[in-house]
């Protein structure tokens, strides 16, 4: 059996709640997705690739808009990575298309992905109408701008 996620990840990278406000953003997705069979948080000591799976159809430069093709995007997210602690360090590399520079959290992914310390799961909800209050709740009560990310494994 295959299962959905959303991960809910900040905007920005290295955000990470205080476990006070982790546990009450908790409580309130479980609310907005009872149905889920999982709702949890995860924290890294290091930034983490959060994937899309098998939804990911492209990546294209966030300058020039060529498509960045699997081989080169591999080799950016080797270099980029530190190790199991530290993750991913997010400099900026000459990207293979157009010479200028971009950090990979700044590439256009089709489906979305995110770069985090932290994430919400939500896993097999049949719920994703009640997606937008969940963003706009954490948004407004924890001054977080988060993004969801839709994971099929």
């Known amino acids: 059996m295959s299962d959905s996620y959303i991960c809910l990840v900040p905007i920005d990278p290295?955000?990470?709640?205080?476990p006070e406000s982790r546990s009450v953003i908790i409580a309130a997705v479980r609310r907005l997705f009872p149905d889920s069979d999982l709702i949890d948080d995860v924290v890294s000591s290091g930034i983490q690739f959060i994937g899309?799976?098998?939804n990911l159809d492209s990546i294209?430069?966030?300058h020039c808009k060529a498509v960045i093709s699997d081989g080169a995007w591999g080799d950016l997210m080797s270099i980029d990575y530190k190790d199991s602690q530290q993750g991913f360090?997010?400099?900026a590399y000459q990207m293979p298309?157009?010479?200028t520079t971009a950090r990979l959290c700044d590439l256009k992914y089709d489906f979305d992905i995110g770069f985090a310390r932290f994430c919400?799961?939500?896993r097999n909800t049949n719920r994703l109408s009640n997606l937008p209050s969940a963003i706009a709740a954490i948004r407004t009560i924890f001054g977080i701008d988060i993004k969801p990310v839709?994971?099929?494994v």
Not at 14 to 18: G, K, R, T
């Open 14 to 18: 290295y955000v990470v709640p205080s």
């Open 52 to 54: 899309c799976g098998s």
């Open 60 to 62: 294209t430069c966030c």
């Open 89 to 91: 360090l997010l400099q």
């Open 97 to 99: 298309c157009c010479g």
């Open 120 to 122: 919400i799961r939500i």
């Open 150 to 152: 839709y994971r099929h």
